[in-house]
């Protein structure tokens, strides 16, 4: 079974950056595509990015493009969100998640789950 671990939460302010990262163990990542979501308290939880399995093909939410990017190294398991230009509204649990298959951002679609980290961007 494929494990993930998220890190890199924590608190910026508005304007500022975080980088995330997604360590992944159990079996090789290469197999595997791996998408970034998030959710507050009450809310449904929204697909961010995703990349597939080569790193060749990736996707963004639309409230991310342009400030969020999203990359993977097989080598060393880890797949990343490099998040700039922080706003509040990104404020959320951030969520990596591994499926087979094409990328996506639907929660529905993805086998396998990380517990999440925390981003709080306040001033």
């Known amino acids: ?3 993930l671990v998220e890190s890199g939460g924590g608190l910026v302010q508005p304007g500022g950056s975080l980088r995330l990262s997604c360590a992944t163990s159990g079996y090789t990542l290469d197999y595997y595509a791996i998408s970034w979501f998030r959710q507050a308290p009450g809310k449904e939880r ?3 990015s995703c990349i597939g399995s080569s790193g060749g093909s990736t996707n963004y939410a639309d409230s991310v493009k342009g400030r969020f990017t999203i990359s993977r190294d097989n080598a060393k398991n880890t797949v990343y969100l ?5 706003k509040p509204e990104d404020t959320d649990v951030y969520y990596c998640a591994a499926r087979h298959g094409l990328p996506t951002l639907v929660p529905g679609g993805m086998d ?3 517990k999440g980290t ?3 961007v306040s001033s």
């Open 1 to 3: 079974q494929l494990q």
């Open 46 to 48: 929204e697909g961010v």
């Open 82 to 86: 490099q998040m700039n230009s922080l």
């Open 112 to 114: 396998y789950w990380g």
């Open 118 to 120: 925390l981003v709080t």
